[in-house]
């Protein structure tokens, strides 16, 4: 495959558009930007995982790093060994179940609204006519 050539970046001086519109490539190519999405309807439906989703970040040389393990690990392995190793990385990304966002308020186990985020274990749409303040 193409990662067993080990691919190294080369610099090239920066992007001229006009040379390029002239058929002229000497220069970089235009940046292409990774970027990740989600479904509209996700937030909606799991507050926490689009946070998850929103937070995860993984460099070029993980993600190269982990797709030559393919050869000889499936998917779940790598990715399963990777957990493993890198909770430093990966733990950040994991919202705190009170983390709440606006229109949220912070609900003890009974389901009871709290104002301590020590006696709170998750968020609940606070009634018509009540709002939350933010706690810092």
Do not use: Y
Request: proline share 7%; with cysteine.
């Amino acid at each position: 495959t193409f990662l067993d050539l080990n691919p190294t970046p080369i610099t090239f001086p920066a992007h001229n558009s006009d040379e390029w519109a002239a058929g002229k490539k000497v220069t970089d190519a235009a940046k292409v930007s990774l970027e990740k999405f989600m479904h509209h309807s996700i937030p909606d439906a799991d507050r926490r995982l689009a946070q998850f989703l929103s937070r995860m970040s993984l460099s070029q040389g993980r993600l190269l790093s982990m797709l030559r393990q393919l050869k000889t690990k499936t998917a779940a392995e790598v990715a399963c060994d990777w957990l493993k190793a890198t909770p430093a990385v990966w733990a950040p990304w994991v919202p705190v179940e009170t983390d709440c966002s606006a229109g949220l308020g912070l609900i003890d186990t009974s389901g009871q609204f709290v104002t301590n985020r020590s006696l709170a274990s998750s968020c609940r749409l606070c009634p018509p006519g009540m709002a939350s303040k933010l706690l810092t």
